[in-house]
């Protein structure tokens, strides 16, 4: 998720990944993972990302292990 410099800190990376995991729910998807950069530029996505329960976790769906890529995921499962 990327948002233009002029909208960072007000909150609209929060909010939309709070309606993509609603909707998520709503459709009954039991996870949700996501691929984002590993370098210190991302740090605001990877404490946003963990700040709404999403974990570490291994390459999925074709990606492959990468020094670059930091692999997140969600469990909506209920469990």
């Known amino acids: ?8 800190r ?3 990376g929060g909010l939309m990944l709070r309606h993509i ?11 949700l993972s996501l ?5 210190d530029y991302f ?3 990877h404490a946003l990302y963990q700040a709404h329960g999403f974990v570490p976790c291994g390459p999925f769906e074709g990606y492959v292990e990468d020094p670059n890529s930091l ?3 969600l469990d ?3 469990r």
Do not use: V
Not at 21 to 31: C, F, G, M, T, V
Not at 35 to 39: D, F, I, P
């Open 35 to 39: 691929e984002t950069g590993s370098w």
């Open 21 to 31: 995991i609603a909707e998520a729910r709503k459709r009954d998807i039991k996870r």
């Open 1 to 8: 998720m990327h948002t233009l410099q002029t909208t960072r």
């Open 76 to 78: 909506l499962s209920g």
């Open 43 to 45: 740090k605001p996505a």
């Open 10 to 12: 007000r909150g609209f």
């Open 71 to 73: 692999f997140l995921t």
